[in-house]
């Protein structure tokens, strides 16, 4: 019943490509500790990695359970960009990954993942 323990353990899968299992310890993680928005995005990211980087239904529950408990949460917005540009609206999606561009606490790999992401956008005739 350890929160941290539990996130800790996905964040290991996850480290080690295996996001199924990633999935399972990620699960428990929010089951103890529901509406913790980065437990949320951690498992939103899993589920998707899971799923060969498809949004699914549960993902973007997850999505949505992440921004519910912080609206700017990082991992939370940049899943709904890409939710948003896998539904077929490039341009919800650039202005959402704009909007995260500002935010200061994004990661290394977050920041450079979204800026090749908007790269391509504007690469595209995807978002006019």
């Excluded at 993680?29 to 998707?48: C, F, K, Q």
């Excluded at 935010?103 to 995807?126: F, I, K």
């Amino acid at each position: 019943d350890n929160v941290e323990g539990w996130r800790m353990l996905g964040w290991s899968e996850m480290a080690m490509n295996r996001p199924e299992a990633a999935v399972s310890a990620y699960r428990r993680a929010v089951r103890l500790s529901p509406g913790t928005a980065d437990l949320h995005g951690a498992l939103a990211e899993a589920l998707i990695s899971a799923a060969g980087e498809t949004v699914t239904v549960e993902a973007a529950r997850e999505i949505e359970s992440a921004l519910g408990a912080d609206a700017d949460n990082p991992r939370g917005l940049y899943y709904m960009g890409l939710a948003r540009l896998q539904a077929g609206d490039p341009n919800a999606a650039e202005e959402i990954w704009r909007r995260l561009k500002t935010n200061t606490a994004l990661d290394n790999r977050l920041r450079e993942t979204l800026a090749l992401r908007l790269e391509s956008l504007r690469g595209s005739d995807m978002a006019r």
